[in-house]
């Protein structure tokens, strides 16, 4: 069974620091994986996701993430935060075709002056 | 519409009243899935639609909980006889394409949080 594992519950960083959320997945086979970003209310955003291919993703608003099929990890990096990125991100797994995405519960990103 | 369309954003139901969420996928996007978000946790599969069938019901938590999409758009989510434990977000997604259909992005909702007294 497919599972994701997001170990910060909650991470605090300053305005214009550098960030990365860690993302570990459990999956048999070659993953899908997914960034989603969650504001308040509202509901989820992608970010980035990786099919195949290049291990390293651009996605929106200045992120990326890094595919690492040995240590099972992508996790998320931002080299300089803004106060407008603060919020709750997901990461997610999904199987080869359309099937339901596996989430991890999230972190909390807060964004200090 | 140019995104997922979820009403109500907000529910209050009474405990043991019947509740109906609906879910107005992305224009011309196959399938349709729900997920369930209860507090500080990340949102669950609860079924998915291709078209109008129903493929996968394995993440619906009883049978109170009832889905449909009659004529392979629209969707709607009912809960009978609400619980305490049913209160959540729920999200529902869309997609372009069918299962097994490739890379494919799930777009979702805003979600309509559901509170039960």
């Known amino acids: 069974a497919q599972s994701v594992t997001q170990p910060d519950i909650h991470i605090t960083v300053s305005e214009g620091a550098s960030l990365e959320l860690r993302c570990n997945y459990s999956y048999g086979a070659t993953p899908y994986l997914f960034w989603y970003v969650q504001s308040p209310g509202q509901g989820l955003q992608l970010l980035l996701k990786y099919f195949s291919g290049d291990t390293l993703v651009q996605g929106i608003k200045g992120f990326e993430a890094e595919f690492k099929r040995s240590q099972s990890s992508f996790n998320l990096r931002k080299p300089s935060v803004h106060w407008s990125d603060a919020a709750e991100y997901f990461c997610?797994?999904?199987?080869?075709?359309?099937?339901?995405?596996?989430f991890g519960k999230g972190t909390r990103l807060s964004v200090i002056a | 519409g140019a995104g997922v369309s979820q009403s109500p954003r907000y529910k209050v139901a009474k405990r043991g009243q019947d509740v109906a969420l609906r879910c107005d996928p992305i224009?011309?996007?196959?399938?349709l899935f729900w997920y369930q978000q209860a507090l500080g946790q990340g949102p669950e599969f609860l079924t998915y639609f291709q078209n109008e069938a129903q493929l996968d019901k394995s993440g619906l938590p009883s049978d109170r909980f009832f889905a449909e999409r009659p004529e392979g758009s629209v969707s709607t989510l009912k809960i009978q006889r609400t619980q305490q434990e049913d209160s959540a977000v729920y999200l529902c997604?869309?997609?372009?394409?069918?299962?097994?259909?490739?890379?494919?992005?799930?777009?979702f909702g805003a979600g309509t949080r559901l509170s039960v007294l």
């Open positions: 997604a869309s997609s372009l394409q069918k299962l097994w259909g490739g890379k494919n992005i799930q777009y």
């Open positions: 997610a797994v999904g199987a080869v075709g359309n099937t339901p995405l596996v």
């Open positions: 224009s011309g996007h196959v399938s």
